[in-house]
């Protein structure tokens, strides 16, 4: 199976070959720091990408705004269900991870012993970028190349072949689109009725939320009652 790297007629393997390859020109810290990365950094880059989204979607509220906080709330249930989609695949393809079938590969991560396709983190963070995509489309492109990121990590670390991640991002993309009109005609009932809630409206519009009508509301309330008692005096 190397020999198809050699010759060229197997590009999946030659180009994992030149990806990894620069794992072994670079010096020992930076390929620590792309472990790093490639295993949990961009994962939690994805996250942090949602709740900063959240953050934005809540501060400027609107009528909207239990709509916009419910698409952000697919996008790791998306992530989620991908991944168990993606159990069975692995189950059936029963790919080996290349450093199996492939010598003189630069494996960063040890101890991988499951099937290669398709790329679990692949597939989780194109997931979220596309179910961001869908909610926002600034903070979408930014987790889309976030999950592009993640992409060549895998590769670069020995420890999926390119097609794997090409599989993980199809897989990705595909749960967080056809599932989102679903997800959100169930998702949006569900925000609203959380947004009616004192704690809720903090979550769903912020400061700008019922939270605060309702104070300004007890508080107008108040006043007249004081300018009624004056009166009466």
């Known amino acids: 199976m190397a020999g198809l790297a050699e010759s060229g007629s197997n590009p999946d393997v030659d180009l994992l070959y030149d ?17 790093f990365v490639g295993e949990y950094g961009l994962l939690l880059a994805s996250v942090l990408l949602v709740l900063w989204c959240w953050w934005s979607v809540r ?4 009528e909207n705004a239990a709509a916009s906080v419910a698409a952000l709330v697919w996008a790791p249930l998306a992530a989620g269900i991908a991944v168990l989609v993606n159990v069975p695949i692995r189950g059936f393809v029963e790919r080996p ?5 492939h010598q003189g590969l630069d494996v960063l ?18 997931a979220m970028g596309a179910a961001l995509f869908v909610a926002n489309r600034r903070f979408g492109l930014a987790g889309i190349g976030i999950a592009l990121a993640e992409g060549f ?12 991640v090409v599989g993980g991002f199809a897989l990705g993309t595909a749960v967080a689109l056809l599932l989102s009109p679903l997800a959100m005609a169930g998702l949006t009932p569900v925000l609203r009725a959380v947004e009616r809630t004192s ?6 519009r912020g400061r700008r939320g019922e939270v605060g009508a309702v104070v300004s509301e007890a508080c107008g309330e108040e006043r ?5 008692r004056d009166l009466a005096a």
């Open 19 to 35: 990806i990894n390859g620069l794992a072994k020109d670079a010096p020992h810290w930076f390929d620590k720091a792309m472990e």
């Open 109 to 126: 991560v040890s101890g991988k012993t499951d099937f290669s396709f398709v790329s679990d983190h692949a597939t989780i963070t194109m």
């Open 199 to 204: 704690w809720g409206a903090w979550l769903v």
């Open 153 to 164: 990590c895998r590769v670069y670390m020995g420890v999926h072949y390119p097609t794997d």
């Open 59 to 62: 501060r400027r509220g609107g």
């Open 97 to 101: 991870r290349p450093f199996r079938d």
């Open 224 to 228: 007249a009652s004081a300018e009624e």
